[in-house]
């Protein structure tokens, strides 16, 4: 069960930095957020030095002001941890605090996110500085909820300082107890990487190859997330102590963190920041590019963290740094669309990034909802919208839970590893975005879950069809309720590159895929990667359909047993004939193994071959319209989203009221650019 935002209605709020302007703004600033009809204001977690200007003094006035006249407006405030960012007195007095690169360089004071976890100095003055502020703030009226830290392991993160590599030398004791464990887990034996000393234990660091032990690597990983999660349950704590009214997050989503252990250990809900328009800019020449539409994978994935969950910072306007990445203004309407794709997949607050622009510092090209001068402008006005339509439906949606008969498994032992390894690690992200946009374009509502040792077959039951493309790291336990779901009715898809691996990283003494080889119903009797001199080889699906294929192929030997049907054959190439995509009874489910990298037509092939509901009964709705579901109390509230800058025509085949506008919809209805519709 995932901890959840709960609240009585769906509400809007802003981040906004009082320290950065003139307190003669601050009247007109709240006010103006109240007759927006924000609630919400979030602000104070790049601010250490306005909270302790020198080592053991504090000061909380310039807050205290701020909130107060939040509070006397109705708004409530959010209140950061100021640790992301410390101060330059900390830095210069106590060097011990700042991360260091894996080529031992340290990273120096100027920016932000400069620090390590594991310090005793920065964990002991972070100690004060919260404790501090929590004594302080943890009766506060206007004060509802903190914000720990500020995006973990943004901008950087792996760390390499003297403090983690101690820390990860006592990490890894604890976990092995032996240096004979930890050896065999490491594969040590292998180019006589064998430790004899404890004293010899570290991170990884520079080798020649530069290419260091990837069993190592993959603890490395799980060491830097534990690290993660020790440093913010510390917070968590020691708030706890001082109130018992106000709620504990934190906000993001960055690698080598998993955040469903964070969430379940240390916070109240999980809490993200939404920027879609990062989308737009990033190159991608791939078949039918999700651009900003591939955000509604991100929140797929906090959902899976927390059902119902809050934006923390929404995306409001033009985005980019003094140093990198110019993004484009939102066209008109995508502000507008993009906070209902937020409220689509579970969000329940909604608080933009940021209220004015900065005038000052590296960010002073992400905007706001404001701009410099503080006058009038048409982002304004479609928040102002946003607002209105916001606190007209709040009371339905909030809380509805998001609908979903497939899930796409994600699993961050397989996500670590296969950073490292690129004969199976890069096939994930192609399957995985092939899967989503076969899914999104065919109108087939997908959640994210997140399998792990606390995973059990009541969750995964949940769904119709479960697609884990290519993980490669599956043990016995994992293929055990695997092999019970589909035994119960499920439906398993996998890929090439399955179960041969254990939990360290090394591979199995077994035929692939290991432990899944009686579920999937096949071994394999050969394999290779594409060779770019060579024919790409095809496979014909159900002797109609001739798909195209790429990356790696796995030639499959079927078990004789009567239950495994082939249903995709290889051809154009040396293993011409040779099974490629099977389709086995287990129990009451089926199980479908294919040996090869998905893609989108194939993906939608098998959309079709398990029967998940497209809804095409209820709606005919073009490509570029997202549907998206949220369900409460028996009712349905149906999400349309017109990701195009064209307007578009849908069918909608039975009567329904959109609820932002009253007006009743039927038959065939014309959706503006980026427009947003919410049907009941």
Known sequence: MTKKWTAEKLMLGVCYYPEHWSEELWDDDFQRMKDLGFTYVRMGEFAWTIFEPEEGVYSFDLFDRAIEKAHKLGLKTVLGTPTATPPAWLTHKYPDVLNVSQAGIPYQHGARRHYNYNSENYRRLSTAIVTEMAKHYGDNPGVVGWQIDNELNCEIDVFYSEADHLAFRKWAKEKYKTLEKLNKAWGTVFWNQTYTSWDQVYLTRITVPNSPNPHHMLDEKRFISDSAISYAK???????KYTSNQWITTNGMFKHLDNHKLTNEVLDFYAYDSYPNFGRVLEDESEKPLRDRKWSWNLSVVRSISANFAIFEQQSGPGGWVTRLEQPSPNPGQLRLWTYQSIAHGADLVMYFRWRTATKGTEIYWHGINDYHNLPNRRIKEVEQVSKEVHLIGEKVVGANYQAEIAILTNYDNEWDGEFDKWSGPFASISKEAWFKALQYNHVPVDAYNLNKNSNVEELKKYKVLVYPHAAIVSEETADLLKEYVNQGGK???????????????????????????????????????????????????????????????????????????????????????????????????CYYFGGVFTIELAEKLIEETQINNYKNKFDLPESVELSIRKKEGKEFVFLLNYSHEPQEIDVKQEMTDILTGERIYQKVRMKAYDVLVLE
Request: proline fraction near 4%; glycine fraction near 10%; aromatic fraction near 12%.
């Open 234 to 240: 510390m917070q968590g704590d020691i708030i706890r």
């Open 492 to 590: 398993l898809i996998v890929g090439c590159r399955t179960g041969y691996k254990d939990e360290t990283g090394q591979t199995y003494m077994k035929a692939f895929p290991g432990y899944l080889a009686d579920l999937t119903g096949i071994t394999l009797e050969d394999f290779t990667r594409e060779a770019p001199f060579e024919a790409t080889p095809m496979v014909m699906y159900k002797e109609t359909a001739k798909l195209e294929t790429n990356h790696f192929y796995e030639v499959l030997k079927v078990h004789d047993d009567n239950k495994t049907e082939v249903i995709g054959k290889f051809s154009n190439c040396y293993f011409e004939g040779n099974p490629a995509l099977v389709k086995r009874q287990h129990g009451e489910g089926t």
